[in-house]
């Protein structure tokens, strides 16, 4: 018998806390950090994948990532001026970049709302690191917009995409998206993703208990063979708005022991370091993984923590740098960027900021309440991406 459900009270103040300021040394000449190619953290990770939101808007309004009863009309989004501008986003990128970073993942929001994102995308894909090697630049979207931007995404140099896909049930891809958008819209924009050459082509399917579950075989079955690469996600515990409860939750061990009532599948090794997806192939007869059926992966942010290895770093819409996704706080790089700051004093806070560096949430999720250790409540996911 399920539990009953528990009345959800959401506060209704602004989702966005204030901002941390740059450490002071960042600016001192004895103690400025210079960008060398590499950085790491206090725990040893080093600075390799850098997400960046383009937006805080989005068309859809998912339960676990903008509900609608937060996110409707009367919503404060940011206005346009507070956005950073492609210029700018280009120029924190290049002294990322520059620090070691390799991989670029453009989010939202909803990324494909931004006006004119080939632009970023052409420039971001200009990029190179200091070996000379271009940005693995790729891009996370809901899909509701791909089919008629996908080409235009490929020619301004994105190499991939990853979509949002939840189910395959029309009724119960609509019921999760609350604004009743059809599946097919969306299995239309990842083919024509593959079309364009937007590949390997990553779908991302959040598994919350009792709602979509039902789904992961069918999914499975679907994408298997296609070249596509499913990844079931566990419901996680991000920012204040989604009314999350562990009950909720479906670990991702159940999830392969479902699909292994159903598919062979050999776990595979770990593709890149910081990798947050564990890999399983489908196997051949002699329990070999079948390239040509390809492979599906599970993330077990809330399970399985693997903060020990995080090598991510987030760039919010309006010039915030988050270390986690669960933070509750980020550092205000946009005041640099208008202040007329240097490369140097740039490369330098973002050098200090992520030298000082210690996050471990998921690490120490079950040993107190779930915030950051400072009882300090989560930005949304929606403002920083997933």
């Known amino acids: 018998m399920s539990e009953p459900s528990t009345p959800r009270f959401v506060p209704l103040i602004d989702q966005r806390p204030a901002a941390l300021q740059v450490p002071e040394a960042a600016f001192d000449p004895a103690s400025a950090m210079q960008a ?18 383009v937006t805080d808007r989005c068309n859809f309004r998912c339960s676990y990532c903008m509900p609608k009863e937060i996110f409707d009309k009367d919503y404060p989004y940011l206005p346009h001026a507070s956005l950073l501008s492609f210029e700018e986003i280009t120029r924190i990128a290049r002294t990322f970049v520059a620090h070691g970073v390799q991989k670029i993942r453009l989010t939202g929001g909803e990324p494909l709302l931004r006006k004119n994102i080939e632009i970023l995308i052409e420039q971001l894909a200009a990029l190179r690191t200091p070996d000379g090697h271009p940005l693995d630049l790729t891009l996370t979207t809901n899909g509701s917009l791909l089919a008629r931007k996908a080409r ?12 949002s896909l939840d ?59 296609t070249g596509v690469v499913l990844r079931f996600i566990e419901y996680m515990d991000v920012g ?38 564990q890999r399983w192939g489908y196997a051949d007869s002699l329990g070999n993984h079948d390239r040509t059926a390809g492979e599906i992966g599970v993330i077990s942010s809330v399970t399985q923590a693997f903060c020990g290895d995080c090598n991510r770093a987030r760039l919010s819409t309006e010039g915030r740098l988050y270390l986690c996704l669960f933070a509750s706080q980020g550092y205000d790089l946009r005041t640099l960027l208008r202040n007329g700051s240097d490369d140097a004093t740039l490369a330098s806070a973002v050098g200090h900021i992520w030298s000082g560096r210690t996050d471990r949430y998921s690490e120490m999720r079950g040993a107190q309440a779930a915030d950051t250790g400072s009882g300090a409540r989560r930005v949304e996911m929606s403002y920083i991406g997933g």
């Open 167 to 225: 189910g395959l049930d029309d009724a119960v891809f609509r019921s999760m998206n609350d604004v009743d958008f059809p599946v097919a819209e969306v299995l239309d924009g990842i083919q024509a993703a593959a079309e364009a050459g937007l590949g390997p082509i990553k779908i991302n399917m959040v598994v919350k208990r009792g709602t979509n579950d039902h789904e992961i075989i069918r999914m499975a079955r679907h994408f298997k063979g």
């Open 152 to 163: 235009a995404l490929k020619d301004a140099g994105l190499q991939r995409v990853t979509v």
């Open 36 to 53: 060398r190619g590499l950085v790491a953290d206090a725990r040893g990770r080093e600075l390799r994948d850098m997400r960046i939101s």
């Open 240 to 277: 204040a708005t989604n009314g999350w409860r562990m009950n909720d939750v479906l670990p991702s061990a159940e999830v392969i022991a479902l699909l292994q009532r159903e598919f062979s599948l050999v776990a595979l090794e770990a593709s890149a370091p910081g990798e947050t997806a």
